[in-house]
């Protein structure tokens, strides 16, 4: 019985001794606060790559709207004649302007003439719940001395992250940038 006695009160004198250590603080400290904190070093990281990515999408767009704004939005024929370009064409140069970060075929281009400077929509176009376009993008040049409005879209593809931090704004789980130039063809 005495050592049964030893035995319970070693294993109790060991008991009470590791409840009492606080050498174990940091790390219990660390599983608390590291998922919050690798959450957010996620979400700043995302949100500075799509900040860069819109910003490309921005320049591309700036310059796609100047080659329609000095009536440079024309190719040469087969025939060696100088004719508008077609919205494949169009969204081609776009895409040579942006560079590696985008999927040329994901580009989307919208360009329309405006009537008057209250007839002008900038509005995004309508996307179904799968992140398709509900319907056509206008493509059509402007001639000297019209507004246009130019649309540049691109579905930036986002990861979800912890803690449910989710960039997607379209059910596809993509982020729609959009980047809209509105301005008047210069007279030739």
């Not at 704004?69 to 508008?84: D, E, G, I, R, Y």
């Not at 985008?102 to 329309?112: G, Y």
Request: hydrophobic share 45%; with cysteine; net charge neutral.
């Amino acid at each position: 019985m005495g050592s049964l006695r030893k035995i319970i009160g070693a294993g109790l004198r060991a008991g009470l001794a590791f409840a009492r250590r606080q050498d174990g603080g940091p790390a219990t400290e660390f599983v608390y606060v590291a998922p919050i904190f690798i959450a957010l070093i996620f979400g700043t990281a995302q949100t500075a790559v799509i900040y860069l990515a819109n910003a490309y999408l921005e320049t591309a767009a700036e310059d796609a709207a100047r080659m329609v704004l000095t009536n440079n939005a024309t190719t040469t024929n087969s025939s060696n004649q100088t004719v508008p370009m077609t919205a494949a064409q169009f969204q081609s140069a776009v895409c040579n302007n942006i560079g590696a970060l985008f999927t040329c075929s994901n580009i989307m281009v919208s360009l329309a003439p405006a009537t008057s400077t209250t007839s002008i929509s900038t509005a995004a176009p309508a996307f179904n719940a799968n992140g398709t376009l509900a319907n056509t993008l206008p493509y059509t040049l402007p001639t000297p001395g019209q507004i246009a409005v130019l649309q540049v879209l691109y579905q930036w593809p986002v990861v979800g992250l912890p803690l449910g931090f989710n960039f997607a704004n379209l059910g596809n789980g993509t982020h729609l940038m959009m980047s809209t130039q509105v301005f008047m063809v210069e007279a030739q």
